[in-house]
């Protein structure tokens, strides 16, 4: 077999190569700009006061102010409000991943009737905005007498989501049927074959499901808002609010000392993301699955 490198090849190889350097120009520039507001909040939570209201504005601060990073989240008591965000959000996180991936298991792998009837309703309901059942909700938490407690918080999340239902059906979707067979031939049942067949074959799509818990657990601002009212249980999202006004409802100036606090929270789900990236993008390829 010959290969061929006449001078026809050559023309179209350029184009290629063009093209290919044009994508990874335009992918830099994408780059760049969704992580300059990135680098610009570093450089406000390294200025000070006075550098942060300076007029013009300099990019760059005159003296690096990495004692932003010790103030800043003693203004809000960061750490005590860390260890309720941390408890709650695991607990959150664990609660979305097992009844998720119990339920979609049910969906795709067991025949009953009726579950094609149960899988198109938990897909409508993706579509249901939150706010139209937030006040029926707090009704509900207030009449059982959970206000002001973290129960509205984590309980929901062992109530399996819609949307990671439907993520999860699909990837289990993707395996063959025949593992189910041979299981059940050596005297397997559902459980045996969900948590030692199923549960390592889906190690993406759950790591999937647990990073976009952590993060819809960890940055909500609504619920925390609605159902607690006591300060030692307050979460980091309404600890930051903290910083946009004062007791008396005055907007602050405290800019640098939010920014470096902001860093700071940001942190945790920015290293699950980047520790766990690969798995998750593999289970979001999931939803381009052919489901049955």
Not at 187 to 211: C, K, N
Request: hydrophobic share 50%.
């Amino acid at each position: 077999m010959t290969t061929r490198t006449g001078p026809g090849s050559l023309a179209m190889r350029v184009p290629l190569r063009a093209s290919r350097i044009s994508w990874y120009l335009l992918c830099a520039v994408l780059s760049v700009s969704m992580l300059l507001p990135l680098v610009w909040m570093l450089a406000i939570a390294l200025k000070s006061g006075p550098d942060v209201n300076r007029i013009p504005p300099q990019f760059l601060p005159h003296e690096f102010q990495w004692s932003n990073f010790v103030e800043g989240p003693k203004v809000v008591h960061f750490y005590r409000l860390l260890l309720n965000t941390v408890v709650i959000t695991v607990l959150s996180t664990a609660g979305s991943v097992l009844s998720s991936m119990i339920v979609a298991y049910g969906l795709a792998r067991i025949k009953f009737r009726g579950r094609k009837f149960w899988f198109y309703a938990f897909t409508a309901s993706i579509f249901m905005p939150q706010i139209v059942g937030l006040i029926p909700l707090q009704r509900l938490w207030i009449d059982l007498g959970l206000i002001d407690t973290w129960v509205p918080l984590i309980l929901p999340s062992f109530l399996a989501a819609p949307i990671f239902v439907f993520l999860a059906r699909q990837y289990f979707l993707s395996i063959p049927f025949s593992l189910d067979e041979a299981a059940k031939i050596d005297g397997a049942g559902h459980f045996r074959i969900f948590w030692s067949i199923m549960v390592p074959l889906t190690r993406p799509v759950w790591i999937t499901i647990a990073i976009l818990s952590f993060q819809l657990s960890w940055n909500d601002y609504l619920n925390p808002l609605v159902y607690i009212q006591s300060p030692s249980r307050f979460t980091l999202s309404l600890g930051m609010a903290g910083f946009v006004s004062d007791s008396a409802g005055q907007a602050t100036s405290q800019y640098n000392l939010f920014m470096a606090t902001n860093l700071l929270y940001m942190l945790p789900p920015l290293l699950l993301f980047f520790f766990a990236q690969r798995h998750f993008m593999q289970g979001i390829g999931a939803l381009g699955m052919n489901s049955k």
